[in-house]
């Protein structure tokens, strides 16, 4: 049998038409076309390597690649893979140092305390881990620890004769006070032995390739947001709020704070955003309605989702069993992964303002669901 001469030019020219909907670009200008290979009988084979495995239209792009190269004359066949490498978002930096292990550090804080921050913060870190990305978690409410319960961990750490090696549980590496205290026992500090244990837990952990590296951070605007910001490249920070308004404007503050530390602000997301009765499942806005993504719009920074009230989120808190693991797929389970997609495709986007021109507008767009 005779087969059509199929050539490498011809197969990258068809592939330009599928595009990042984040970064804007097509995926061959970003360089996403890995080990392409095309055989004498017209097979063609590659990898298609994303900037996050959170990537929620990847199938998508995947059928529209598979598309096109199934048009061009000679292709017998189509394999295609796909791939994600996280890149590191933070740039250099005099005086804060990357953290050994990790490509991204991403901050989880709020205004003010009760907005669910830490509930979020573990939710949102399984999200990415169950999307395929390397997840670690620090609990930097060293006040108040309390991820370890709430991912259902206990016991103490041990050490490879170095450095502190991590719990893990649901896919994560995870670090807290709370292995190195008594569970009544309060931490009362002030800010020099706060900053070292912040440090401590940046510097003397043997965290593993990680993707992203979240932090929950105390709310308000104290010492700790600013040790993270004197220690370490971040990638960005997340701020959590509640609809209430006395939460936005406490949320506008947590804002400006990071600002001021030259912490980018990957976007906000309003939890609380309404409840869902369980018996008629009406809707009810008990917070308020639409402060969150109001509040992004005026300061130009991106709206990354909102979660429902759902009682099994408390209920998952509280027993160790996270609503990302016990209802994935529920709404508030969806709402969890939608949120976590929107902050990976921030950071991806961020990775990208490095090196790659990137349409303006881009920087505010949320992945669609």
Not at 54 to 69: E, L, Y
Not at 295 to 320: A, K, N
Request: one cysteine or more; hydrophobic letters at 40%.
């Amino acid at each position: 049998m005779n087969f059509q001469t199929v050539n490498e030019s011809t197969v990258l020219e068809v592939l330009k038409i599928v595009k990042d909907p984040d970064l804007n670009r097509d995926i061959v200008s970003l360089g996403f076309i890995k080990d392409l290979k095309i055989g004498v009988d017209g097979r063609v084979a590659f990898s298609i390597e994303l900037t996050t495995p959170a990537c929620p239209v990847k199938d998508q792009m995947r059928d529209q690649a598979q598309a096109a190269v199934e048009q061009v004359p000679g292709v017998t066949a189509v394999d295609i893979t796909m791939t994600a490498s996280v890149r590191s978002a933070a740039g250099p930096d005099a005086g804060r140092m990357p953290v050994d292990g990790v490509k991204n550090v991403i901050a989880v804080g709020a205004g003010k305390g009760g907005v669910g921050k830490t509930t979020l913060a573990v939710n949102l870190a399984i999200a990415l881990a169950k999307s395929g990305g390397k997840v670690g978690l620090i609990d930097g409410d060293i006040y108040g620890p309390n991820i370890p319960l709430m991912l259902g961990i206990e016991g103490s750490l041990t050490t490879d004769g170095k450095k502190i090696l991590p719990a893990e549980k649901y896919g994560l590496q995870v670090i807290s006070m709370a292995f190195m205290t008594t569970s009544d026992a309060p931490v009362i500090w002030r800010g020099p032995m706060l900053h070292g244990v912040i440090t401590q837990f940046f510097r003397e952990v043997r965290w593993s390739a990680l993707d992203y590296l979240i932090v929950d951070l105390p709310p308000g605007t104290g010492d700790i947001a600013l040790s993270l910001s004197q220690t370490v490249q971040a990638a960005g920070a997340v701020v959590v709020t509640t609809p209430q308004t006395v939460s936005l404007a406490d949320s506008r503050r947590a804002i400006m704070m990071y600002q001021k530390l030259n912490i980018p602000v990957l976007g906000l997301i309003e939890n609380m955003s309404h409840f869902v009765c369980p018996s008629c499942l009406h809707e009810s806005d008990i917070f308020g309605q639409g402060g969150g993504e109001a509040m992004s719009t005026e300061l130009g920074i991106p709206f990354l989702g909102s979660i429902p009230i759902y009682e099994p989120i408390r209920v998952g808190g509280d027993t160790g069993v996270p609503l990302t693991v016990s209802e994935p797929d529920s709404p508030a389970g969806r709402a969890f992964r939608f949120a976590a997609e929107a902050v990976a495709a921030q950071v991806s986007i961020a990775s990208y303002q490095k090196t790659v021109p990137l349409t303006p507008s881009n920087e505010s767009k949320v992945p669609p669901g």
